[in-house]
């Protein structure tokens, strides 16, 4: 590892003249509608624009909806593996799939810093375009606000999400019951040290980049294969541990997950124990843990590591009773802990 | 007019501890769980709590939905008449409105600065809760993240929300057509002035107080009376001239206004004229213009002057042609001036 001046990282912009965001910007007159014309418009398409005061329209039929809402203030706004508008759309896609839903619909609702170079907007709006257009879902409808100098940090970006979830498919902690696996989607920790070793200038041995990703159709395959899915919940803020947790507090049960079986590569866990971080809690951007009736978790898990962003899926555990609401990990080493809650957090702005 | 040092206005607060915002209250660990227990779930409910973490689901009828998005960064937090939480649920429910929806599920994204005082954001949170409740819609789905001090300015929301079009509901610009009248639902610029003169210590002789309020029950009570409706708009940033080219522009038409008709109190006037401001360029949150077939104009008029909301509704002129997208106001003097977009804005940060 080797230390360097921590500074806005070099994103790749669009070569552009160097105008600034404005407050008039953000004000209802020309120049915003000229900045809604030239950035949005012209990565978001048509459809953004006809809709673009009113909201947008469609028709439904009879089923189930899933809505989810998150903020995305990452800081830097740049870094390995994506920036903040690729995270925008991936975190709102996995809200989505985490319910079980088919993503269809967002929404795009930024607040920027007044004196924020054009082309770094259009770059993340580039790249929200892009991560829509690979995900398959729509941003339909949008907002701008403009903040003063100082009292912002760039761009920060809000994505509300609507998806259909597939009649029957019932997803969540009350479903959690003892003899369920426990699976994870992936190796753990790529996108908090990602996002770290940029923003502090650490210059890790070996490539790290965001794991930063959609994972809808992972979950569309486990359903069409009849995989009885209990629990889904992404990795974000507090990881893999604060996940369990949650979910163990929710459904009211115990678990028992294994160390040697979490897929941590070594260049994280390297990291993290020069960072003094622990990669359980750590977040990610592109995993999951499902919680598998043992008879389906097998083929669960071929099933995910058929996909890209899951073919380090690996069975962690399991569900040993309904006492307690505690998440026991068994170590390397033999001994048992409790992993627990942080009281904080170990990364701030990482998502 | 008299002038005292701008503060912070004195918001009524609820008593509660002294503490403040952690940037560690959105770290995903034990700290974000008790603030979204004591301060969220404590005003928005359960129905909340038990979707915090997914996204919340719902059945649907074969219909057609709206989606509609905005941020809020208005300052001072609070105003007289209201505050940004109660701003964020009307501006997001009159969204909706002026697609003729029925508003139903609202998310509530936060994004707090660190060191803002926790009784400041339960005022806020209560008084969101507040006005959904007031405004029949439920917030159903939310997110917090905590930026550095410095970096963000007290409380952003974002609200999305989704509402119900009627069968037939066919409501924008595109409708807009030569012999439509053109209505506006009350008196323009209270919003505006309200936060101006809080934000800037001016004390105006005369009560002005925001004019935030759902407008959704008057546009249903026209939908519910046959009115046909062409073109709804709320009158926010930009205000009525901004709205008024905005739809001109995009339906291709020439529209035609009298001064003397546009409904402006006197102290609003008054304090426009001290400022160096023209109303119909200020910001409102509960004034919308309507286009309605000359046919039903009066009738539209006397309906929704049965609303408090609405109750100096005016019609202020008409659509005169098809060509040029301008809009022509007929002044009080007799002479004819185009009423064009500003470049930037009269008014930062008033939403």
């Not at 978001?44 to 909201?55: E, M, N, R, V």
């Not at 997950?257 to 260049?267: A, F, L």
């Not at 069975?315 to 990990?329: D, K, M, T």
Request: net charge negative; with cysteine; charged share 20%.
């Amino acid at each position: 590892m080797t230390y360097h001046d921590p500074v806005e990282p070099t994103c790749p912009l669009p070569k552009m003249p160097g105008d600034t965001v404005q407050l008039a910007h953000g004000g209802g007159g020309r120049l915003m509608q000229n900045l809604i014309r030239d950035v949005f418009v012209r990565s978001f398409g048509d459809p953004l624009s006809t809709h673009l005061h009113d909201g947008a329209t469609w028709s439904v039929s009879e089923g189930t909806l899933a809505f989810t809402t998150d903020s995305y203030v990452v800081q830097p706004l740049c870094f390995p593996g994506g920036d903040i508008g690729s995270l925008a759309v991936h975190g709102t896609v996995n809200d989505l799939a985490m319910c079980g839903a088919h993503p269809l619909w967002l929404s795009a609702g930024f607040i920027l810093e007044e004196g924020l170079s054009i082309a770094m907007l259009q770059r993340v709006v580039d790249s929200m375009a892009q991560a829509a257009r690979d995900a398959g879902v729509s941003i339909v409808t949008g907002d701008t606000k403009v903040v003063d100098k100082g009292k912002g940090d760039g761009i920060f970006i809000n994505t509300a999400g609507i998806g259909v979830v597939p009649a029957g498919v019932i997803i969540g902690p009350q479903r959690v019951r003892p003899g369920d696996a426990i699976l994870v989607s992936g190796d753990l920790g790529s996108h908090g040290i990602a996002v770290l070793s940029m923003r502090e200038g650490l210059d890790f041995a070996g490539n790290i980049v965001s794991d930063s990703a959609p994972l809808h159709r992972v979950v569309a395959d486990l359903l069409a294969h009849n995989i009885e899915i209990h629990c889904l919940r992404d990795l974000t803020r507090g990881g893999l541990a604060s996940a369990l947790n949650e979910i163990a507090t929710a459904a009211g049960v115990r678990m028992s997950v294994y160390e040697r079986t979490i897929p941590v590569r070594d260049e994280i866990q390297g990291a993290c124990e020069v960072l003094g971080l622990d990669p359980l809690f750590v977040a990610n951007e592109g995993r999951f843990v499902a919680f598998i009736p043992e008879a389906h978790a097998d083929q669960a898990v071929a099933i995910m590591r058929n996909h890209d962003v899951a073919k380090a899926a690996m069975r962690i555990g399991g569900v040993i009773g309904h006492e307690s609401g505690a998440v026991v990990l068994k170590t390397i080493l033999g001994t048992h802990r409790i992993l627990d809650l942080l009281s904080g957090e170990q990364l701030p702005r990482i998502c």
